[in-house]
């Protein structure tokens, strides 16, 4: 496994990490859903203690993920072994009982409550979960204070920025000046990486790092699922009604990946590497951090560790989704 080190600091992450979203469960949070299909705890265990022992050392959070259920499942299944690994979780999409996720307040109390959950000390990479920071910004100035008070405190060691958006990141780095941004970023969805966008623009200048999320676009880029069978997910389930798991956009995937497959190889394995080692070709990218429900995702994950694509194979990738 490759490292990475994360904007300005010394602390370095595993190349391919491990996005903790499915650990929550089935979720709503106020009234939407908010979750996934619910998993077995023991074979996320035994998907986590395999990626440990093959080098995986940063893994990815947030107090929403089951309102805290994914943070206590994490920190159940590291056990002793918790402060080993850079772990990183978020503040923003549940509010609790505040008018505003981003109140002060709040976030001082979820940030205490995800130590307690995690059973650490420290957080060691902590987010704004996304860019709203109510109307007119009205709760900006003092969440990005607070955020660097909890700082100073030793609660945190690096202030992270997720967002949806060019125009949030664009008005937040100035404001937040964040070390790390996270954001969805896969071959299909390419907003944040490409060539002259102004978020990767201020990435650039201001040596901050980018965390992808679905860099598998969700399985979709495993060629997991059929334009004849469109999947159907469960109450709960955030994907559930989501365009992209449509007939119409599986059958545009389907000639963009049979393209990718006579190139690359039609395996699980081959198509997972294409997709991450994409991301991975862009030295800002710190780590790519796809979903898993057991051991046999994260052995597909992980199959693509050091096998960087060449530049030739890079664009033709980009070609590919290109079109």
């Not at 080993?84 to 981003?102: H, S």
């Not at 709760?139 to 609660?155: F, H, P, R, T």
């Not at 969700?218 to 060629?223: A, K, N, S, T």
């Not at 004849?228 to 469960?234: K, M, S, V």
Request: glycine residues 8%; negative net charge.
């Amino acid at each position: 496994m490759k490292y990475r080190k994360l904007g300005k600091s010394d602390i370095e992450v595993s190349e391919i990490s491990l996005g903790c979203w499915t650990m929550g469960g089935l979720n709503w949070v106020n009234g939407d859903p908010n979750g996934w299909a619910n998993v077995d705890e023991r074979e996320v265990a035994e998907a986590i203690n395999y990626a440990i022992d093959n080098g995986v050392n940063h893994f990815d959070n947030a107090d929403v993920y089951g309102n805290g259920r994914a943070e206590r499942m994490l920190a159940r299944i590291l056990g002793n072994r918790t402060n080993n690994f850079i772990i990183a979780t978020k503040i923003g999409w549940f509010p609790g009982t505040a008018a505003n996720a981003y109140e002060p307040a709040h976030i001082r109390h979820q940030c205490e409550q995800s130590l307690i959950n995690l059973k650490r000390d420290y957080i060691d990479l902590y987010y704004f979960h996304h860019g709203w920071f109510g109307d007119g910004d009205e709760y900006l100035d003092e969440a990005v204070e607070v955020m660097y008070k909890l700082k100073d405190e030793g609660k945190i060691r690096l202030v992270g920025q997720s967002a949806y958006s060019h125009k949030d990141f664009v008005k937040l780095i100035p404001k937040v000046k964040p070390d790390v941004l996270q954001s969805f970023a896969n071959p299909v969805e390419r907003a944040f990486i490409d060539d002259g966008n102004p978020t990767r623009k201020l990435m650039e200048e201001n040596n901050i790092s980018f965390i992808a999320f679905r860099p598998l676009y969700e399985g979709l880029l495993l060629d997991k699922y059929k334009k004849e069978n469109p999947p159907q997910f469960e109450n709960g389930d955030h994907r559930k009604g989501l365009s992209r798991f449509s007939y119409e956009s599986l059958a545009k995937l389907e000639i963009q990946l049979n393209k990718i497959k006579e190139k690359f190889g039609s395996s699980t394995e081959d198509l997972a590497r294409v997709a991450q080692q994409y991301l991975l070709h862009y030295k800002f990218v710190g780590a790519v951090i796809p979903g898993f429900r057991n051991l046999r995702q994260v052995l597909v994950n992980l199959s693509a560790m050091d096998k960087p694509l060449t530049d030739d194979e890079f664009e033709f990738v980009k070609r590919v989704f290109s079109e």
